[in-house]
């Protein structure tokens, strides 16, 4: 099965770039990684989600290594509301379709 | 427009009491998973529905964990005799179809917060 491997923790000053990594080094060539964050006393929301070549949404950005053995979840100017946790999914951790969290990356952003 | 929501947001019990924990999913979505969520930790799969069939129940921690979902659209997480471990935030989520396998986008609820005394 894929795993992935994150940052416990990570900090961030307001208005400032944030880069997430996450290691995913047995995933193979057709599956998605995928992105959450959850939000203090908040269920986990959906983020981003890519393939091969590098995403954009509303919310972030995500550069997937050439290799991808490894993405990188970008916030372009972290505010205070983006601290929360950031959870990189492996792709088809469960047989349904469930996801498979690990313990995410906390980040905190300072004003 | 309306996402999922979950009832009650926070449920006390004492040690030996049955709860009953509420999900509303997105109307129209078929896939509907339980998570638990331990303090500090990532949220834990529980079981996965897809309509009213339950599919996978492997997550559910014992026998006293049962859920249901009989019309294919609200479904009820009941914990028998509960034990202070029970204790966690409870997920539910739901996806727009039934592809087995392939991680469609969950969309999750608030939680239910259960402390059991």
């Known amino acids: 099965d894929a795993k992935t491997t994150q940052p416990n923790s990570m900090e961030s000053n307001e208005e400032e770039p944030v880069h997430l990594p996450c290691n995913h080094s047995?995933?193979?060539?057709?599956?998605?990684i995928h992105w959450y964050r959850q939000l203090p006393s908040q269920g986990p929301e959906y983020v981003i989600h890519g393939l091969t070549s590098n995403v954009n949404n509303r919310m972030a950005s995500l550069a997937i290594a050439e290799d991808r053995k490894s993405s990188t979840l970008i916030l372009h100017r972290a505010t205070l509301r983006d601290a929360a946790v950031y959870y990189c999914?492996?792709?088809?951790?469960?047989?349904?379709?469930?996801?498979?969290f690990g313990k995410g990356t906390k980040l905190s952003v300072k004003p | 427009g309306a996402g999922v929501s979950q009832s009650p947001r926070y449920k006390v019990a004492k040690r030996g009491q049955d709860v009953a924990l509420r999900c509303d999913p997105i109307?129209?979505?078929?896939?509907l998973f339980w998570y638990q969520q331990a303090l500090g930790q990532g949220p834990e799969f529980l079981t996965y529905?897809?309509?009213?069939?339950?599919?996978?129940k492997s997550g559910l921690p014992s026998d006293r964990f049962f859920a249901e979902r009989p019309e294919g659209s609200v479904s009820t997480l009941k914990i028998q005799r509960t034990q202070q471990e029970d204790s966690a935030v409870y997920l539910c989520?739901?996806?727009?179809?039934?592809?087995?396998?392939?991680?469609?986008?969950?969309?999750f609820g608030p939680g239910t917060r259960l402390l059991v005394l």
């Open positions: 109307s129209g979505h078929v896939s």
């Open positions: 047995t995933i193979s060539g057709t599956d998605y």
């Open positions: 529905f897809q309509n009213e069939a339950q599919l996978d």
């Open positions: 999914i492996p792709p088809f951790g469960g047989s349904q379709g469930n996801l498979i």
């Open positions: 989520a739901s996806s727009v179809g039934g592809a087995i396998g392939y991680q469609e986008t969950q969309y």
